[in-house]
């Protein structure tokens, strides 16, 4: 009896995405979800000069919530494909190892690249992610179980703590 037990907890722990099985980071409470998706069609932007209900703009605000560097960012470089140059530029470590809070970046997803916050690792390697934009346009998604075949990941530092309780900015886009 206590193996059957055994083996039917093990079966249900498999079903339950793997950040679940630890204390997971913050993804959730990302303050321009409300006004998703239209932020994102209008090209509203951030307070970190990326466009709304976007990946990129996501992950800074996870990032941000999660203690980690946002001061690598470099205002109008930061289309996903281009975060693995600008995190190398900063002399942030990189490398193919997925990780808990690690930016995950597929620099040729979509013709923009596509970021995703890494929120949880299993034992063989595959990792889980919360993103917004992908697969749905100016959505949000958690996917689970990813092999990190095709990503590369930024290893961001702790740094200033970013409260979401600081003013969302927004900037105006430049003309042109």
Do not use: K
């Not at 996501?58 to 996903?80: H, K, P, S």
């Amino acid at each position: 009896m206590r193996t059957l037990i055994a083996v039917a907890a093990a079966m249900a722990a498999s079903f339950v995405p793997t950040a679940a099985r630890a204390a997971a980071p913050i993804v959730y409470g990302y303050p321009y979800a409300a006004e998703c998706p239209a932020a994102g069609l209008v090209d509203a932007v951030d307070r970190w000069r990326m466009d709304e209900c976007n990946c990129t703009s996501y992950v800074a605000w996870a990032l941000t919530e999660n203690g980690q560097r946002t001061d690598w960012f470099i205002a109008g470089a930061m289309d996903a494909f281009n975060w693995l140059h600008v995190a190398e530029l900063a002399g942030l470590p990189v490398g193919r190892t997925p990780r808990v809070g690690a930016v995950a970046v597929w620099p040729h997803a979509t013709r923009f690249g596509h970021v995703a916050y890494v929120t949880g690792l299993d034992s063989g390697g595959r990792f889980d992610v919360a993103e917004y934009n992908l697969p749905l346009p100016f959505a949000f998604d958690e996917r689970y179980g990813l092999r990190p075949a095709g990503a590369e990941f930024i290893y961001v530092p702790v740094g200033r703590r970013g409260a979401a309780s600081e003013r969302l900015g927004r900037v105006p886009r430049p003309p042109g």
